[in-house]
């Protein structure tokens, strides 16, 4: 059994466990990808549906990460056929399990209020955000949140961090960021504003209101709208 219920993987190279970060970054990604869709399926359609067998997914693809073994998430084993021609990059084990014990926590709450319940609450609607700012950054940025908030609550502090965050480095000049990439990226930001301000890019055409059609399915509300664009 211990062949496979364990949390990280022994390196000789390193004296702490270790994961393997474009793995993990990958499934982040993975499973911010499909939680965007869901949630844009509940927001738009009014359908609980793709939500709830996310929510189901996304919850047993954490006790297999934190209970069993990372290897053994469906996300991660997705992902590890697309690089596993890629050389591995090596982090951390003790604080990426918190960070995926965060995440399951939260999971279950989801699970609770939006599967067994089926209703959205506002903490539900809270805890779906903080969800896809953790899997936003960690697979955009590389930045673990959830590894910054172990560093907060323990005294042995994280080890082997993605790209040697934890390291104090002196930024090479690559790095760096001057005045004039500051003001064009300000200067940008107010263009969008200024553009989406006025009545330049907007539409000439008008949305109709959706006609909305309850039925009631085996206890569940489906809603059927039908949106017209009309000049």
């Known amino acids: 059994m211990k062949r496979h219920f364990y949390f990280w ?3 000789k190279e390193y004296n702490v466990r270790v994961l393997n970060e474009r793995e993990l970054r990958a499934g982040a990604g993975i499973l911010f ?3 965007i869709i869901a949630s844009i399926s509940a927001c738009t359609l009014w359908n609980l549906f793709i939500i709830k067998l996310f929510i189901i997914t996304f919850l047993i693809d954490f006790i297999i990460r934190v209970i069993i073994n990372p290897k053994y998430a469906p996300s991660l084993t997705l992902w ?3 690089i596993s021609n890629q050389k591995p990059e090596y982090v951390g084990a003790p604080q990426k399990r918190f960070a995926r014990s965060i995440g399951l926590i939260l999971s279950i709450i989801m699970f609770w209020g939006v599967v067994v319940n089926s209703t959205i609450w506002t903490i539900n609607i809270v805890i779906c955000f903080i969800c896809l700012l953790f899997l936003f950054f960690e697979s955009s940025f590389g930045i673990c949140i959830g590894c910054h908030i ?3 609550f323990n005294k042995e502090k994280a ?3 993605p790209w040697w965050v934890c390291e104090i480095t002196k930024k090479e000049a690559i790095q760096k960021t001057n005045r004039i990439q500051i003001l064009i990226l300000i200067l940008t930001i107010w263009w969008l504003f200024a553009i989406a301000s006025t009545k330049a890019i ?3 055409k008008t949305i109709q209101p959706c006609s909305i059609q309850n ?5 569940e509300t489906w809603y059927t709208k039908t949106c017209l664009f009309n000049k």
């Open 9 to 11: 993987e022994k390196i």
């Open 33 to 35: 990808f499909f939680a």
């Open 80 to 82: 590890r056929l697309f």
């Open 150 to 152: 172990y560093n907060l």
């Open 159 to 161: 080890k082997l961090c």
């Open 202 to 204: 907007q539409s000439n």
């Open 215 to 219: 039925t009631d399915n085996n206890q």
